[in-house]
């Protein structure tokens, strides 16, 4: 039985997580801290590495504090973090710039230049296509991707461009501060669509590198998820109140380990998750990849297994905006003198609960209004910066209660967008595992259900899954876990959601129209937002 300490890196903010691993994965004690991001113009998303870091020391200090543990018994540290930031760091680990977070869009003309010209499917040049498929088995068809960020910089920002010694992400810059290890683990090189998942910790490929124009010596030495990266210096040590030479593993992207946590480990296993962003994945046992809807097999932390993964940029994040803009002034929630409109939890837990449950009565269909969850344009299954949210069908008789459940329920018709794109290619579970922050709400969860038609299970803790499978990395590195493919049993299913049919069919109808509503207004959304995101 050993303790692991878990660092979840979100969009918004750090959980903390103290594990006691021996025939279960056991949370002892947990504290989040956030920090911002921040919108710039021309579509910029960025975010300060201090408050990363400030945020991590933060929260080890408090779970400390309340635990029975000492910081001394931790036998190793593991991350779960987002994925496709662009940290460039100098020799010294210091970025040269804020980072850019996986939302920013700013690199338009660098996708047109880079792949997005001639000969075109899905938006990228054929043969650059063809050739990213064969080696990596997705392409870098989004302004979102981090080769285009890279790009950006150096046409931007050549001063800063010029003291870059490498490129890293959200947690291997977090790695890097702790052990002075420049590394990137497997799941996250292959997100920079330079990486030759047919090879591999060896996999980074020359020839993409030449072909979308990255130097090779930038990209860092590449490690598995359950590999320790080094152990933690004695200043990081010193400053995040822990034992020198404690292990430091590589850990994982979200996308990878949230699967883990949530108890799909084994081939066909799919889950759903809800947080900031949402997204479906299905673990499968070979590389595939759909252009068209935009795609693809993430290489996993297990080896030979692969993410089948389809990505929303606004899920959770659409219930802050409710939030913000329809609840507080009207339905008089929380306006008592405690803090719960900041910090991922105090959105997730209270105030999500009492807006899912406040909309918990309202028909199916939610009077007939639609909501589209497009509130950062949008990623699959079609690729559109330009992309908005809009509330279709209003009339005289719509109340704000009906809005705001349409917004639940447009989420859960674009998860069911995803999933259906995705039975395209690969068989997806019956049964599905729900988590995130959504996942909280037996409401969402029901409403879930009934628009896919599927099984939803919700684990215990699902807000905790991404550090659960981060500590479970670390685990099976201590030798803990002999194999990842244990983890299902170690992760009980909490709740079951069986779906309605009779509702099943009146979201059926409404669903059609959403899908017809991108399509319909797509060059709405290019006329009125275009000018505005390139100003």
């Not at 459940?405 to 039975?423: P, S």
């Not at 996942?439 to 299970?457: K, Y």
Request: hydrophobic share 40%; with cysteine; charged share 25%.
């Amino acid at each position: 039985m050993v303790y692991v300490l878990a660092y979840d890196v979100g969009t918004t903010g750090v959980k903390t997580c103290l594990f006691q691993v021996g025939d279960a994965i056991r949370l002892l004690e947990s504290a989040h801290e956030g920090y911002g991001l921040y919108m710039t113009e021309n579509g910029g998303a960025e975010q300060d590495a201090r408050e990363w870091w400030e945020a991590m020391r933060v929260t080890t200090a408090k779970v400390f504090q309340k635990a029975q543990a000492e910081p001394e018994q931790v036998a190793g540290i593991s991350f779960c973090s987002q994925m496709q930031g662009l940290v460039l760091v100098d020799r010294q680990g210091v970025p040269v710039r804020r980072p850019m977070s996986y939302m920013d869009q700013r690199a338009r003309e660098e996708i047109k230049k880079g792949i997005a010209y001639g000969p075109q499917i899905a938006g990228a040049n054929v043969w650059k296509l063809l050739r990213s498929l064969l080696v990596n088995g997705a392409v870098a068809s989004s302004v979102k991707d981090p080769v285009w960020k890279y790009k950006w910089v150096e046409n931007h920002e050549p001063q800063a461009f010029s003291r870059v010694y490498k490129w890293l992400d959200v947690k291997e810059y977090l790695i890097a501060r702790c052990t002075g290890e420049f590394v990137m683990t497997e799941d996250t090189a292959f997100s920079t669509f330079l990486y030759d998942s047919r090879k591999g910790k060896e996999g980074w490929n020359k020839g993409l590198c030449r072909m979308l124009g990255v130097r090779p010596e930038h990209l860092p030495r590449i490690i598995g998820a359950c590999e320790p990266a080094g152990t933690l210096t004695a200043k990081a040590a010193e400053e995040l109140g822990l034992k020198p030479g404690t292990l430091v593993f590589g850990g994982g992207g979200d996308a990878s380990l949230i699967g883990v946590g949530s108890g799909c480990v084994k081939p066909g296993k799919t889950h759903i998750y809800s947080g900031t962003s949402g997204w479906v994945s299905t673990v499968v046992e070979k590389r595939m990849a759909d252009a068209g809807s935009m795609m693809a097999a993430v290489v996993g932390v297990q080896r030979g297994r692969y993410n089948y993964f389809a990505e929303m940029e606004t899920a959770g994040k659409c219930l802050e905006w409710v939030k913000d803009h329809l609840a507080l002034d009207e339905i008089g929630v929380y306006l008592e003198s405690r803090d719960i409109t900041s910090g991922q939890e105090a959105v997730y837990t209270s105030l999500y609960d009492y807006l899912t449950e406040t909309v918990k009565n309202i028909e199916p269909g939610a009077g007939g209004v639609l909501f589209t969850p497009w509130l950062h344009g949008n990623r699959c299954p079609f690729e559109d910066p330009n992309a908005a949210g809009m509330f279709f069908n209003i009339s005289l008789e719509t109340g704000k209660t009906q809005m705001i459940r349409a917004v639940l329920e447009g989420i859960c018709y674009h998860l069911r967008w995803m999933l259906e794109c995705q039975e395209r290619k690969a068989k997806t579970s019956d049964a599905v595992r729900f988590c995130g922050g959504g996942a909280l709400s037996d409401v969402t969860s029901q409403i879930l259900a009934d628009i896919t038609g599927r099984t939803v299970q919700v684990v215990d803790s699902p807000q905790n899954v991404g550090a659960v499978g981060a500590a479970a990395v670390a685990a099976a590195g201590l030798g803990e876990i002999e194999s990842l493919e244990q983890i299902e049993e170690m992760i009980p299913v909490r709740k079951t959601f069986r779906p309605d049919q009779a509702k099943k069919q009146i979201y059926d109808r409404y669903y059609q129209v959403f899908r017809q509503l991108y399509k319909s207004n797509r060059k709405n959304f290019l006329a009125l937002n275009r000018e505005a995101r390139e100003s």
